[in-house]
């Protein structure tokens, strides 16, 4: 079975820095996509940023960026020029890529923005 | 955005009472999903279905059960809600054509006394 870690259950990082957080998966599958979900204090679950696997160049969106190591099943999220509203829960995802894609999730990193 | 929605938004219940969430699209997707989330846990699933009357177990399916008699409504009993359910429970769609990945409702914050 698959299985998502994330070894950070809190960051923090001061605004206008950046930060990195952690993600490692576990699969024998080698096409599947990969996810980093926010969720703010309003309970929301907002897509961040989605990679397939068969792409070597990593995802970005914004102030945000994934560094995909697909060997070392490694999948962190960075996020640039930190924003208060970054503030939230992060939690990585992972997805088979056909059929009924039950995404399996990480524990969740909290992320603390520093004026 | 895609439309679905969850109702109730919060509910408190007493153990041992059944109760019954609901889950409801508008964009015809044929997959949809029960999560849990429970911290230190992220989010885990319960029951998912993909049709009419098409549904399987998940991580985490003892306790539940599902129901989907029409493409757009998606329901989650806890025929006797037991303290450990206390928990946040979240619907998703899928949709795979535009590349993978979960809409999520609002979820529903579920509390048993």
């Known amino acids: 079975a698959q299985t998502v870690t994330q070894s950070q259950p809190e960051m923090s990082v001061q605004e206008a820095e950046t930060v990195t957080l952690s993600c490692t998966y576990d699969?024998?599958?080698?096409?599947?996509?990969l996810f980093w979900y926010k969720q703010p204090p309003s309970r929301q679950m907002i897509l961040v940023i989605r990679?397939?696997?068969?792409?070597?160049q990593n995802a970005t969106e914004n102030r945000f960026s994934v560094n995909f190591q697909k060997a070392a099943k490694s999948f962190s999220l960075k996020i640039s020029d930190s924003q208060l509203g970054d503030a939230a829960m992060y939690f990585c995802a992972y997805g088979p890529e056909l059929g009924a894609q039950k995404l399996v999730f990480g524990q969740g990193t909290r992320l603390t923005i520093n004026p | 955005d895609a439309g679905i929605t969850q109702s109730p938004r919060h509910k408190v219940t007493e153990t041992g009472t059944p109760v019954t969430l609901r889950c409801h699209q508008t964009?015809?997707?044929?997959?949809m999903y029960w999560y849990r989330q429970d911290p230190g846990h992220g989010l885990r699933l319960i029951h998912y279905s993909y049709g009419v009357k098409d549904t399987d177990k998940g991580e985490v399916s003892d306790g539940y059960s599902v129901s989907r008699s029409k493409t757009e409504d998606f329901l989650l009993t806890l025929e006797s809600a037991t303290s450990s359910q206390t928990s946040v429970y979240f619907c998703?769609?899928?949709?795979?054509?535009?590349?993978?990945?979960?809409?999520f409702g609002s979820g529903t914050r579920l509390t048993v006394v």
């Open positions: 990679q397939e696997a068969y792409k070597q």
């Open positions: 964009e015809n997707h044929r997959y």
């Open positions: 998703a769609i899928s949709d795979i054509g535009r590349g993978g990945g979960y809409t």
């Open positions: 699969t024998s599958e080698s096409d599947y996509y």
